[in-house]
């Protein structure tokens, strides 16, 4: 992976019921402004793969990728020469355009890239090519 193409700390605010209160947020105020919703969102699932991620006897690391063309992937885990992409997306459908990050990501890494998953707030797995799926974000918590 080159080296300018990872930002290796990516900050969010572990608690995201803190940063709702902290900046005096209710279930109406995300309602209406989606892009903070989905900030507050990615940076839940963000938590929430980390958590999951430290129950493993296998270190994980957690990154950013945005590329020179600014394509991004909001988290990527990196484990020994394995690396998957994930994109969260607080909405109900999935499209390949939500996959373009992904390709970007993939490109740059070559045989190092396992998979892309978009987490999204659908009800179906859904495959979208070569190692590439959507998956509802409520898989986070069933088996």
């Given at each position: 992976m080159?080296?300018?193409?990872?930002?290796?700390?990516?900050?969010?605010?572990?608690?995201?019921?803190?940063?709702?209160?902290?900046?005096?947020?209710?279930?109406?105020?995300?309602?209406e402004?989606?892009?903070?919703?989905?900030?507050?969102?990615?940076?839940?699932?963000?938590?929430?793969?980390k958590?999951?991620?430290?129950?493993?006897?296998?270190?994980?690391?957690f990154?950013?990728?945005?590329d020179?063309?600014?394509?991004?992937?909001?988290?990527?885990?990196?484990?020994?020469?394995k690396?998957a992409?994930?994109?969260?997306k607080?909405?109900a459908?999935?499209?390949?355009?939500?996959?373009?990050g992904?390709?970007?990501?993939?490109?740059?890494?070559?045989?190092?890239?396992?998979?892309?998953?978009?987490l999204?707030?659908?009800?179906?797995?859904?495959p979208f090519?070569?190692?590439?799926y959507?998956?509802?974000?409520?898989?986070?918590?069933?088996?």
């Amino acid at each position: 992976m080159k080296a300018d193409a990872i930002i290796p700390r990516y900050i969010h605010m572990g608690d995201t019921g803190l940063a709702g209160a902290l900046l005096a947020l209710n279930a109406d105020d995300l309602y209406e402004n989606r892009n903070l919703f989905g900030q507050l969102l990615e940076t839940f699932v963000y938590g929430e793969l980390k958590r999951q991620a430290s129950w493993d006897e296998d270190h994980s690391e957690f990154f950013h990728f945005r590329d020179k063309h600014k394509f991004e992937v909001d988290i990527v885990i990196q484990k020994g020469l394995k690396t998957a992409g994930v994109e969260v997306k607080a909405a109900a459908t999935v499209t390949g355009k939500d996959f373009q990050g992904m390709k970007r990501l993939r490109q740059s890494l070559g045989n190092r890239f396992t998979c892309g998953v978009v987490l999204y707030n659908g009800e179906h797995a859904l495959p979208f090519g070569d190692r590439f799926y959507a998956i509802p974000m409520k898989a986070l918590w069933s088996s």
